[in-house]
């Protein structure tokens, strides 16, 4: 059996995160992955403070294991975010999308951990100086926001320069990722787009069925003119996003608005013109099943792999 020091600090069964995806990650599939033995996450990203209040309390009724919550520190809200996961008694959270230094003291006043993710090893030694308890080291290869390095680079680079514990994520999605990811010497791994075809996933159906008819070459990265990349299945909006951004006359601010609320709209009501997240390897992902069986496949398959890597020596 898997066993890492991330599994002893959190408390967890199995060295699975599952990713906190805006929009996507609510108490729904958090407590089933949580329940499942691995980590779930309730994105703070979904309709303002009181919604994501709404599913940690949510989530505390389905489940009695650990479980967190993924803050995006650019958002309006994320002040209140900070201070309402303190009051909830939330003991995980992982942040993206700047730095949580200035609440780095009263989280872990709180005996909250906090596990910054990161896309680079510059970054990763910052939040292990402001106190972080391990990093999530993301790969290009993720869908949503996206680093420039890739997940095979990224990884040892980051294991070497720490000393807390690396979850590594970014086109993982089944035993090989995994197993892959611990001979890099990660202490874990956050998986996004594999837990979208969960049961308990509450994405919209439109959702889902564009994940399982995906390819290898299905996902396109937009926004790298803007500075915010991100990962996305190829759609007609996503398509219509990379002209817009390659054509000089029309200015940031237009395509900002063509894209404001898109990801709200593919989640939830499967709209065509919405954005549909995704990660490389959705072109993997073949059938709806539970978090459990998630779960048990990915862990299953990397046992398989590892206690078999002796016969590869001759």
Not at 294 to 303: R, S, V
Request: include cysteine.
């Amino acid at each position: 059996m898997i066993k890492s020091r991330i599994c002893e600090i959190l408390g967890i069964s199995y060295p699975v995160f599952q990713g906190g995806m805006a929009w996507v990650a609510d108490a729904s599939l958090a407590a089933a992955v949580s329940n499942a033995g691995g980590l779930g996450l309730i994105s703070s990203i979904n309709a303002g403070t009181e919604a994501v209040r709404n599913e940690i309390r949510k989530c505390k009724e389905l489940t009695d294991k650990p479980f967190g919550v993924n803050i995006m520190l650019q958002a309006p809200n994320a002040g209140e975010i900070a201070q309402m996961v303190i009051e909830e008694g939330v003991k995980i959270l992982t942040t993206g999308a700047g730095s949580p230094a200035q609440y780095m003291e009263a989280w872990k006043a709180a005996g909250i951990k906090v596990i910054p993710v990161v896309a680079s090893v510059a970054l990763a030694l910052k939040m292990q100086a402001i106190g972080a308890t391990a990093v999530v080291a993301e790969g290009a290869e993720s869908g949503g926001h996206v680093g420039e390095l890739h997940t095979m680079a990224l990884i040892p680079q980051v294991v070497d320069a720490l000393d807390i514990p690396v979850i590594a994520a970014g086109g993982i999605c089944d035993g090989r990722g995994v197993a892959a990811a611990f001979m890099l010497g990660a202490d874990a791994v956050q998986v996004g787009t594999r837990f979208l075809s969960a049961e308990e996933c509450t994405v919209h159906q439109n959702y889902k069925d564009k994940i399982l008819k995906a390819t290898d070459i299905s996902t396109i990265v937009t926004g790298k003119t803007l500075g915010h990349p991100v990962r996305s299945l190829k759609t007609p909006f996503s398509k219509t996003f990379a002209k817009m951004e390659s054509d000089p006359a029309v200015k940031p601010e237009e395509i900002l608005a063509f894209g404001t609320g898109a990801l709200r709209k593919a989640v939830k009501e499967g709209d065509p013109n919405g954005s549909y997240m995704a990660g490389e390897c959705a072109g993997m992902v073949k059938k709806i099943e539970p978090a459990k069986a998630i779960i048990e496949d990915l862990i299953g398959g990397a046992e398989k792999l590892l206690s078999g890597a002796p016969e590869l020596l001759a």
